[in-house]
């Protein structure tokens, strides 16, 4: 298991998404796979930005949570004032490019529950829930049904090669209840399974993605999950 901070972008006002990924890329990314502490980094970019509701995730991994709220600030918080030098280089950069209010982020303990590549994760799509639960659920019972119920099915999703769960390491103060992460190696078998980008929910009509489609309801708040569905790219592995 390792500790991750996940960022879903959203570009300031007057820049389009190309330039956004372009700053992102050639101007932020050199400093963020270095920050102190970092040893894996990851970014996911939409397949279909026109549809999607962030620009980007930024994915960073620590192997302590101690280390990781040195560099980036603690759960509760969505902004941050790192001291240590590189940390504080790409927060003071982040201003270049984020609408920062708008940027949620969840720090959370990573478990992998299915794994058919090995980790190796670069290029594949990622289809990423990040879930809140129903009003009359506290998040001991969310969290106990989403693994002990819901897991079992979703890991078994038609073309699901990776299957994560991230549960926040601060649940009091984090705005998901935990993001659950599902890899295909194909978009096609993706959006077959789990619905097209540019839709919030989904209607899948055989095999285990119904079964996990019809369970959703017995736990989250679906209007208030969102999700992104990109490729992923790795920057970083220390690992």
């Known amino acids: 298991m390792m500790y991750k901070h996940v960022a879903l972008l959203v570009r300031q006002d007057g820049m389009s998404h190309e330039e956004f990924v372009d700053y992102w890329q050639t101007n932020h990314t050199p400093i963020a796979k270095d920050i102190e502490g970092v040893v894996r980094y990851q970014q996911v970019l939409p397949t279909e930005p026109s549809h999607a509701e962030f620009d980007g995730l930024a994915e960073l991994y620590f192997e302590t ?20 030098e590189i940390a504080a ?16 982020r969840i720090i959370g303990e990573e ?5 058919e590549v090995g980790g190796d994760t670069d290029g594949l799509y990622k289809h990423s829930a990040f ?9 001991e019972e969310f969290v106990d049904y989403w693994q002990t ?7 078994e999703i ?17 705005e998901f209840d935990g ?7 194909d978009l096609e078998k993706l959006y077959d399974a789990l619905g097209s980008e540019g839709s919030r929910d989904y209607a899948p009509d055989r095999g285990k993605a119904k079964a ?3 369970d959703v309801d017995n736990f989250l708040a679906i209007d208030e999950r969102p999700r992104f569905i990109g490729q992923e790219q790795l920057v970083k592995d220390e690992g």
Request: net charge negative.
């Open 65 to 84: 949570l101690e280390d990781l709220h040195e560099a980036l600030g603690s759960p509760g918080s969505r902004d941050y004032d790192p001291t240590k």
């Open 89 to 104: 280089k790409a927060r003071e950069d982040v201003n270049n490019f984020l609408a920062v209010e708008e940027r949620p």
């Open 111 to 115: 478990i992998v529950q299915k794994d």
């Open 131 to 139: 879930l809140v639960r129903q009003d009359d659920m506290t998040h």
């Open 149 to 155: 119920n819901h897991t079992p099915i979703a890991r």
């Open 158 to 174: 038609e073309g699901v090669v990776k299957y994560n769960t991230v549960i926040p390491t601060d649940p009091a103060n984090a």
């Open 179 to 185: 993001v659950a992460e599902l890899y295909f190696d």
């Open 212 to 214: 996990a489609r019809e």
